[in-house]
């Protein structure tokens, strides 16, 4: 087990040099940085001064090896903007993001999960064709525009919740529910699917040949059998959320790693850019790991 | 009229299916009383295992649908119970075991877990279920029972697997056990342990046991009474004495008369000098020797059958054979040349000449190619065998061989039964003009009836093309009637070899005599017989 965790953090140890190697480069092909933050009419000196100060003038090489020499030690460098340590920024951020995302897929797992198991106890019932073409329709809506109509229904017209920005918790209603609806329509038909082969197994005839109840045979017995190839699925979208949802956080002024890296990447904050990346690079890191670890708890059978 | 514990009358169930309704089962009916067992004898097809899922309320309506008949348990009519009645009945009254119970096992749930589930529907408390549970795998003879508990079915024999299911069953003491072909996936050593045990556990708690299986050998050891069954219908039916001694039904006489290992025995005649010429071949997986050093020879036109159970390294031999997988050790000299060192370009032609047949058709023909393709994939692969335009009438040619027609070359393997699907396999294999076809285990899967016809095909092959055949299996008195020699394998070790004559009318080794001791006989009085020998042996 241990030796599985290590193999797997040095494997993606490589991974995440790769990426901010890749980051560090093409950010910089972005332009500088000093034609955005000082006015139009400062001088070249003062471009010059501006540069020298954040280590901008050192030729491209120079500048990844400090800045690889500091993140070694801890430090990702200042925000050019905010004048804080990027870190700081990030995680601020990234902590708004994280409880978007975990709140949102909590719901969604456990919302999928009930729905598609059902669907699948009665193939081609009633409630299977809704839930089908419910969460068909959920999977290929764009999440854009659902958040827009959301907004002029629910905010503009109804006036029932606020349209953006944070500060009560009604302001996190409209961002959940929108960003619930695609992983669940994703998510219904894996269960579906991944239920419906599980109740046909032969464990499931021995299950109610010994006469176990309906909602055991489905949520004990073929449940945790179907859940493997769920996971996976549940760790990709989760994946996508903790990303930042970019579309969802602008349009909803939400202030997450999402909206911080859009922000920081058109104001050429190189350092927020890069620890934004490692952060959630990190964060997807751990929760694969999480997701490999559920693997093993629920499958006696794969062992590490 | 005192109730039968079980009355099946004029049942019949119908499939819907989008190629339209198949009548599984047609008006059947069978009774079965306390402490007796009722054997339901079928093949594949025959819906032999059709009521017993409308016993236990296993059949999925729709597609399923009962149209006719009632099933009576104790004089009551399950058919008028309410679900919550049915699943009641199931577990308590009847219980069910099945003939894999490595897929009917949960696989992510301990067997503890199982068996405590069992019992815990049925209203028994968390703790005297753990104690019950322990009880009857002690009872079952699960070694170490308490470990065994914790354990997962993956982490057991399939021997021991099935006194898991059989403990499970047993469980809540039903009146009824419905068996459905308890033994097939176990080694005959194992089966008549299992076998045995159920016996014992019928005299011990009084219950109908109903077993339904594709063998007269196991109906001739546990039976008193069977049913025939044949295309959903019940085509005969008495005390299993009376129907093996004097079959009344064209298809009872059939499936009588395809039991192996009554035919005259075969005398080697080949000459020459050997074929292939094996000489102390071993294979290790890791620490493991799975081949101790295997020795024989095979000339043309003979056939040798390398028997064993599971574990005995047949299959492995097999597979260095054909290079499927590099020997550690050894030679094996095809007309003179190791085939274990040839290079790649000499192996390739070496392909031509030795061919190999699966155990499962279903799994070893793609099932997205037609016959045609199947077959003249071999040519695509060997140009120089035979010119395109030759090769439609070549298919055809083998397809009539393997008793087969033209008119299949354009159909696919799922629009074909199993006997069917293994003659492609057999056609498959002939297209490349082989010298020599390993069997591995190539009638296992097939009905009794179909199983002698796939043996005549490959001894008609033998005789007219020369063709030498290792055939591997793990039931000795299949392999009595057409083989040359038997060679008997045991954990990676050749125990015995000599022509069949030597080995089956010779018994040397304890080993074989216990693997054809424990062989099932169709013929009810030999095998009491064997059951008695057999007893006062081990006492």
Request: hydrophobic residues 50%; neutral net charge; contains cysteine.
């Amino acid at each position: 087990m241990l030796r599985f965790i290590r193999k797997r953090a040095l494997a993606s140890l490589i991974s995440l040099i790769g990426l901010l190697i890749m980051v560090f480069f093409l950010s910089r092909l972005t332009g500088d940085p000093a034609s955005l933050f000082l006015p139009v009419e400062a001088s070249a000196e003062m471009k010059a001064e501006f540069r020298a100060l954040h280590g901008l003038d050192q030729p491209l090489l120079v500048q990844f090896g400090t800045y690889v020499g500091n993140v070694m030690t801890g430090d990702l460098g200042e925000s050019l903007r905010k004048a804080r340590p990027a870190l700081d920024v990030v995680l601020e951020a990234f902590t708004w993001t994280l409880w978007l995302a975990v709140i949102t897929m909590t719901l969604v797992t456990v919302c999928a999960i009930v729905v598609g198991s059902l669907a699948a106890f009665r193939t081609g019932g009633f409630f299977d064709r809704f839930s089908s073409m419910v969460s068909l329709i959920g999977a290929s809506v764009p999440d854009f525009w659902l958040a827009i109509v959301a907004i002029v229904v629910f905010a503009i017209q109804l006036s029932w919740l606020p349209t953006s920005g944070t500060g009560t918790l009604a302001h996190w209603i409209l961002p959940i529910c929108v960003l619930f609806v695609r992983p669940f329509g994703i998510i219904v038909q894996v269960v579906r699917g991944s239920m419906i082969s599980a109740l046909s197994s032969a464990y499931v005839k021995t299950a109610r040949a010994k006469g176990v109840k309906s909602g055991p045979i489905i949520f004990v017995h073929a449940l945790r059998n179907a859940m493997l190839p769920v996971i996976t699925v549940i760790g990709d979208q989760a994946a996508s959320l903790l990303n930042g949802a970019v579309v969802i956080e602008t349009i909803f002024g939400f202030p997450g790693v999402g909206k911080l890296m859009i922000d920081s990447i058109l104001q050429r904050d190189f350092n927020v850019v890069l620890a934004a990346i490692l952060v959630t690079a990190f964060a997807i890191f751990l929760m694969n790991l999480v997701i490999d670890l559920a693997y093993a708890l629920l499958d006696p059978r794969i062992r590490y | 009229m005192a109730d039968h514990l079980l009355e099946v009358r004029n049942l019949s169930v119908d499939f819907h299916t989008v190629s339209g309704v198949v009548h599984a089962v047609r008006n059947i009916s069978y009774y079965l009383d306390r402490g007796e067992t009722l054997a339901i004898l079928g093949e594949s097809g025959s819906g032999k295992s059709v009521s017993s899922s409308a016993i236990m309320n296993l059949i999925d309506m729709p597609p399923g649908k009962i149209s006719s008949g009632e099933i009576l348990l104790d004089g009551k009519d399950l058919f008028k119970m309410n679900p919550e009645q049915r699943r009641e009945v199931n577990g308590r009254r009847i219980a069910m075991i099945f003939q894999d119970p490595l897929s009917h096992l949960n696989p992510v749930y301990t067997v503890g877990w199982q068996m405590r589930e069992a019992l815990k529907t049925h209203g028994i408390g968390n703790t005297q279920a753990q104690a019950e549970a322990l009880r009857l795998f002690k009872r079952v003879a699960l070694p170490e029972p308490e470990r065994a508990l914790d354990k997962y079915p993956h982490e057991f024999s399939g021997g021991q697997r099935q006194r898991v299911m059989i403990a499970m069953a047993l469980a809540l003491k039903p009146d009824l056990l419905i068996a459905d072909e308890p033994t097939t996936a176990l080694d005959v050593t194992v089966q008549a342990e299992v076998l045995a045990l159920l016996k014992e556990l019928q005299r011990e708690t009084g219950m109908g046991v109903l077993i339904i299986t594709h063998d007269l050998g196991v109906v001739s050891e546990v039976a008193d009474r069977v049913v025939v069954m044949e295309k959903g219908q019940l085509v005969e039916s008495g005390t299993v004495r009376e129907v093996y001694h004097n079959p009344q039904h064209a298809y009872t006489k059939k499936l009588i008369a395809a039991a192996p290992g009554k035919g005259d025995m075969h005398e080697p005649e080949a000459s020459g000098d050997a074929i292939l010429s094996v000489k102390d071949a071993k294979k290790f997986y890791g620490g493991f020797e799975a081949l101790k050093g295997v020795s024989f020879d095979l000339k043309a036109g003979e056939t040798v059958a390398v028997v064993g159970e599971s574990g005995s390294g047949k299959s492995t031999l097999a597979r260095i054979l054909l290079r499927l997988e590099e020997a550690d050790g050894g030679t094996a000299k095809w007309k003179g040349k190791d085939l274990f060192t040839m290079s790649p370009g000499e192996l390739f032609k070496l392909r031509r000449d030795l061919q190999m047949v699966f155990q499962d058709p279903t799994q070893s023909l793609n099932p997205r190619m037609t016959v045609y393709q199947l077959i003249s994939e071999a040519w695509v692969i060997h140009p120089e065998i035979l010119p395109k335009a030759k090769w439609r009438e070549r298919v055809a040619e083998l397809l009539g061989q393997v008793g087969l027609s033209a008119e299949h070359m354009g159909r696919y393997p799922h629009q074909f039964s199993g006997g069917q699907r293994q003659r492609i396999a057999i056609a498959r294999a002939l297209a490349l003009e082989p010298q020599l076809i390993v069997c591995d285990e190539a009638v296992s899967a097939l009905d009794v009836s179909v199983q002698a016809q796939v043996i005549t095909l490959l001894d008609k092959l033998r005789k007219e093309m020369g063709i030498a055949f290792i055939f591997i299996a793990h039931d000795l008195p299949l392999v009595r009637d057409f083989a040359d020699y038997v060679m008997v394998m045991q954990k990676g070790e050749v125990v015995e070899f000599g022509t069949v004559a030597q080995v089956f009318d010779n018994l040397q080794k304890p080993y074989t005599q216990a693997l054809l001791a424990a062989s099932l006989d169709p013929d009810p009085d030999v095998q009491a017989a064997n059951r008695n020998a057999r007893l006062a042996t081990a006492s």
